[in-house]
């Protein structure tokens, strides 16, 4: 069964400091598909990034970087320099994607809310 | 080059009464996924559909619940006789063929009263 884990339900910090959203999941597939999305106060869900499972390297965005290490199923999060703005619930999801049909049904972690203070 | 449109952004209810939730897709998608958020809670899956089809509805509540994706307009979400447990955001996304990306929309937030 595919499931996804974020243990963390909200974390607390305060402007500059760096802060790390975890995800673990589950699936049996060797071809599926993560993403993070941020769903600010406004409600919308806002996508930040798509990895497939053969791809392992490390990405950076700007002060956004995801480590995904299938040794131990995570594909974390982490957020430099953090911002008031960067304040919101932030998803992540497994989608077990097939090569034809594009069928990619996405399951949800609980969420993360992140609160950054002044 | 519009993105997923839900609409009504907000919608509320008398119990009892029927809500209509509608999505059109981003265009030259012709999948269409729909998703409920219970308050403090992720996205739950409900439906697949495509064109005239539905492929899956595994997350569908067994009564009062449908969806459609007609050949033409967008894909309608229909709650029948609302309680107050069908208040919750429903989220629509659509996707390509062969992609594996789903582009979300802005959701409506449903209020059941």
């Known amino acids: 069964a595919q499931k996804v884990t974020q243990a963390q339900t909200e974390i607390s910090v305060v402007e500059k400091e760096d802060v790390t959203l975890d995800c673990v999941y589950e699936t049996r597939d060797t071809t599926y598909y993560l993403f993070w999305y941020k769903q600010p106060p406004s409600g919308e869900l806002v996508f930040l990034i798509r990895r497939n499972s053969f791809d392992e390297q490390n990405e950076i965005s700007g002060r956004y970087s995801w480590n995904f290490q299938k040794s131990t199923s995570s594909f974390n999060f982490t957020i430099t320099a953090s911002q008031v703005v960067d304040s919101a619930v932030y998803f992540c999801a497994l989608s077990e994607g097939r090569v034809s049909g594009g069928y990619n049904k996405l399951i949800f972690g609980a969420g993360t809310r992140l609160a950054v203070h002044p | 080059n519009a993105g997923v449109m839900q609409n009504p952004r907000h919608l509320v209810r008398r119990r009892g009464q029927e809500a209509r939730l509608r999505c059109s897709p981003m265009k030259g998608h012709s999948h269409v996924y729909w998703y409920r958020q219970l308050p403090e809670e992720g996205l739950k899956f409900m439906v697949y559909?495509?064109?005239?089809?539905?492929?899956?509805e595994s997350g569908m509540p067994k009564e009062r619940f449908s969806a459609e994706f007609p050949k033409e307009g967008p894909s309608i979400l229909r709650i029948q006789q609302v309680v107050r447990g069908d208040s919750a955001a429903y989220f629509c996304?659509?996707?390509?063929?062969?992609?594996?990306?789903?582009?979300f929309g802005q959701g409506t937030r449903l209020t059941v009263v």
């Open positions: 559909l495509q064109k005239e089809n539905i492929i899956d």
């Open positions: 996304a659509s996707s390509l063929v062969t992609g594996p990306e789903a582009f």
